[in-house]
């Protein structure tokens, strides 16, 4: 598709960023992926890649270059009951993935949002629901088909080309398009889902108090918090709240602490099939609000990143502010395990702005608090954020990969590991 072509206007643009690229590729199967990287390496424009086209940092479209847009690579096959073996395609949405292994009794922990794409989601790391019990989407990932930056197909395990796999569990994107995914899921069955609204005036209170209550809940129970700007003088924080278990009374010990927290406002808690809570939408992508994203892992809501968001928060530079819990499972597998090495992180942090240089300005001082960042909820263009997503050894065998298998950069739309080091320049 280019532009003029009728149904151009719904692929040109990604969920929060409009775009005009010059050629919209959709291949149907691997051979035709590997035509359209083999064409658009030739190109002297920019190159993005598109699962499903929700990524908030918006590296899926571009102005002028090509995309190469996978959502046509959507299959969900089970490979063997047994090992709960399922081969998924890049262009399946979450949703969709959720309602296929529904029968099965089974899942995979997966974002929080059924139209999310799994190439996307899975490249990069994978911070879901059910993820203090069941870890990132990368710990489920057993082997992965992608195309390289010369056109050849290859299949990436643990035993064959195994750098590579290693490589696609967090930096996935740097290295080829991913044309299948192979993953052991788990068994899974009705959920306990809540969404709490409570008082959170007292920001730095409210959020060191749910910080420890989460840190200190089984590894059952993961919540995700969302705060926006003060209303007449009030903050309110909404809890989204998942408990891997269909007991009622087990669901109410775990979400008696959060609702505690702070003057309750408003409560819903439901046992539900996991598509329920990651359920797929209708709406089509059309660049709504081209906000400026950062992001942070951090290991504890301490006093003083307490502070410091609250500051943040009742400062007026977002408008959207989450942390999603991280731990449990998560931190089971080693740092060097895979590229995404910020296992000891217990929180994921992103604020939402209008303004780059206004978020830039309140949010550049609270870097110290932070591990790392997560690349997909980071737009900050700036080259130390690089540095922020990998430590050094990770991202040091990630250039050497690199040069090994995209030594010409062609997938470098997406917070690019160039194969030689950029200078970064401090101040």
């Not at 151009?8 to 990287?37: K, M, Q």
């Not at 395990?157 to 590579?164: F, G, K, Q, S």
């Not at 604020?351 to 608090?369: I, N, T, V």
């Not at 010409?408 to 590991?417: A, L, P, T």
Request: net charge negative; hydrophobic share 40%.
């Amino acid at each position: 598709m280019e532009p003029g072509d009728a149904l151009y206007p719904a692929v040109r643009s990604n969920y929060l960023r409009a775009g005009s690229p010059g050629l919209v590729l959709r291949p149907r199967d691997a051979r035709e992926v590997a035509e359209a990287v083999t064409f658009a390496r030739s190109q002297p424009v920019p190159l993005s890649v598109r699962s499903a086209g929700h990524g908030i940092s918006g590296r899926s479209t571009n102005d002028g270059g090509i995309v190469v847009d996978v959502s046509a690579l959507d299959g969900i096959e089970v490979l063997d009951e047994t090992s709960r073996r399922v081969r998924i395609g890049p262009g399946a949405r979450w949703g969709q993935v959720a309602a296929a292994l529904r029968p099965y009794g089974w899942a995979l922990s997966s974002g929080d949002y059924g139209g999310v794409g799994v190439g996307g989601l899975t490249t990069t790391g994978g911070i879901g629901f059910l993820g203090r019990d069941h870890g990132l989407t990368i710990d489920h990932l057993r082997a992965a088909e992608l195309v390289l930056a010369d056109g050849t197909h290859v299949r990436a395990d643990e035993t064959e080309n195994a750098d590579l796999f290693w490589a696609v569990r967090g930096a996935g994107f740097n290295f080829g398009v991913v044309t299948a995914f192979e993953f052991e899921v788990d068994d899974v069955g009705d959920i306990g889902f809540a969404q709490l609204a409570l008082d959170a005036t007292d920001t730095a209170g409210f959020l060191r108090r749910w910080g420890a209550a989460v840190e200190a809940a089984p590894r059952d129970t993961t919540s995700f918090l969302v705060m926006g700007g003060p209303r007449d003088g009030r903050v309110v924080a909404q809890l989204m709240t998942a408990v891997n278990s269909d007991d009622a009374g087990t669901i109410l010990s775990r979400l008696r602490p959060l609702a505690a927290l702070g003057p309750l406002l408003g409560q819903s808690a439901q046992i539900l099939p996991y598509p329920a809570v990651v359920s797929l939408p209708d709406a089509a992508h059309h660049a709504q609000g081209e906000p400026v994203t950062r992001s942070g892992l951090l290991e504890h809501v301490t006093p003083a990143f307490a502070a410091d968001a609250e500051r943040l928060v009742k400062g007026g530079e977002t408008f959207f502010f989450q942390i999603r819990a991280m731990g449990g499972a998560t931190a089971d597998v080693a740092p060097d395990a895979t590229a995404f090495a910020h296992r000891s992180a217990n929180f994921s942090v992103v604020a939402f702005g209008a303004s780059r240089a206004r978020l830039d300005r309140a949010w550049d001082p609270m870097q110290h608090h932070f591990t790392g960042i997560y690349p997909s909820f980071e737009t900050d263009p700036r080259p130390e954020r690089l540095l922020d997503a990998y430590p050094p050894p990770t991202l040091e065998r990630l250039r050497a990969l690199k040069r090994r298998y995209d030594p010409e950069n062609v997938f470098r739309d997406n917070f690019n590991i160039a194969p030689e080091p950029v200078p970064v320049v401090q101040g």
